[in-house]
């Protein structure tokens, strides 16, 4: 059974980082991209990063281009994603994703999903 665990999300002021992460299990972990959407209230899921198997190819929404990065440790089954110059647009539920493909990638190309964690910016 693939389990995807979010943690590290929070509260921050406008101009902070933070570093989310998700950890993995039952699956291969190395053999899948993974992605990270998010969610706001009263919006549809949209993409934010995405990363290959082998953590050599990324991709970004624009809106986060430049500002946040996408990482993963294949040894320790975790994707981070490193977020900063946070903005309060950025404040949604994040979630990662397993299962889909790195570029450019749509939400329903992903079968497995964490629960989320929050990330609230505050101006």
């Known amino acids: 059974q693939v389990q995807l665990v979010e943690s590290g999300g929070g509260l921050v002021q406008a101009g902070g980082s933070l570093r989310p992460s998700c950890a993995a299990s039952?699956?291969?972990?190395?053999?899948?991209?993974m992605g990270w959407f998010r969610q706001a209230p009263g919006k549809e899921r949209q993409f934010v990063a995405a990363?290959?198997?082998?953590?050599?190819?990324?991709y970004y929404a624009d809106s986060v281009k430049g500002r946040f990065t996408i990482s993963r440790d294949n040894a320790k089954n975790t994707v981070y994603l490193q977020m900063n110059s946070l903005k309060p647009e950025d404040t949604a539920v994040y979630y990662c994703?397993?299962?889909?493909?790195?570029?450019?990638?749509?939400?329903?190309?992903?079968?497995?999903w964490g629960q989320g964690t929050q990330v609230t910016v505050s101006s």
């Open positions: 994703a397993a299962g889909g493909r790195w570029y450019a990638p749509r939400p329903d190309e992903f079968g497995a």
């Open positions: 039952g699956l291969t972990f190395s053999t899948y991209a």
């Open positions: 990363i290959s198997w082998g953590g050599d190819n990324t």
